[in-house]
């Protein structure tokens, strides 16, 4: 079984510019995930999806920060324009709730490590 | 809300002796627990959990963990660590909500000394 795709792996810009990273979840999950991890730090939740709907984005930045996930399964997160200070690792993740307890095993893609310039 | 403490940055152990990681915890109302993994350019991966019952909980590649209710504590434990051990682990509570998500801690790197 495929796990959880992100691309690209790496991405480097030029600050003001905008940038896109694309999350394929685990076939059949039903929630997603977007975190920031900035360096020596833990992940951050920016956004949360049940099927399509965020549920949670209260940590989106949303000036400047976008998602989508279309049809319930692919999901695009974007920063236009980006700062010095987005330098970090995008990570996906999704999982399959069906109740209590939430979030009791979210797989994680590889991240994109995303350096503003 | 939640916050999770890892004490140590970094942990430095010789390959075969055994290790813990530290972790605490606050939160005002009952939580569930997890250690992820994280080794170098990969996602994070699921070591454990600790959702209800017994308060030793084991997990993958020979890791386990003891949850103390009285010391809002999550210790992480290996009695024999291996090179391939070397990564980043964290520490994560969520509560027992249905709409609360993980809370990450700041993680603790493993350092395998041959």
């Known amino acids: 079984e495929a796990g959880v795709v992100q691309s690209p792996r790496y991405k480097i810009i030029e600050k003001k510019q905008p940038v896109a990273f694309w999350c394929n979840p685990i076939s059949g999950h039903n929630t997603l995930y977007w975190y920031r991890q900035n360096l020596g730090q833990g992940p951050e939740l920016l956004i949360r999806?049940?099927?399509?709907?965020?549920?949670?984005d209260s940590q989106l930045p949303k000036d400047r920060f976008s998602a989508e996930r279309l049809k319930g399964v692919d999901s695009t997160l974007k920063i236009q324009p980006a700062e010095l200070g987005d330098s970090a690792v995008y990570l996906c993740?999704?999982?399959?709730?069906?109740?209590?307890?939430?979030?009791?095993?979210?797989?994680f893609g590889q991240g994109t490590r995303l350096t503003v310039v | 809300a939640q916050s999770v403490t890892q004490l140590d940055s970094q942990v430095p152990v010789f390959e075969e002796a055994p290790v813990e990681l530290r972790c605490n915890y606050s939160?005002?109302?009952?939580?569930?627990l997890f250690w992820y993994v994280q080794y170098p350019n990969q996602g994070l991966q699921l070591l454990l959990k600790y959702l209800s019952g017994s308060t030793l909980v084991k997990g993958i590649n020979g890791f386990e963990a003891e949850f103390n209710k009285s010391q809002t504590s999550f210790h992480l434990r290996k009695p024999s660590v291996h090179i391939s051990d070397t990564a980043e682990y964290f520490c994560a509570v969520s509560a027992m909500n249905r709409d609360d998500k993980i809370i990450f801690g700041k993680g603790t790197r493993l350092h395998i000394l041959p």
């Open positions: 939160s005002s109302v009952s939580v569930y």
């Open positions: 993740a999704s999982s399959l709730d069906q109740g209590v307890p939430l979030n009791t095993e979210a797989f």
């Open positions: 999806y049940e099927n399509e709907e965020a549920v949670d």
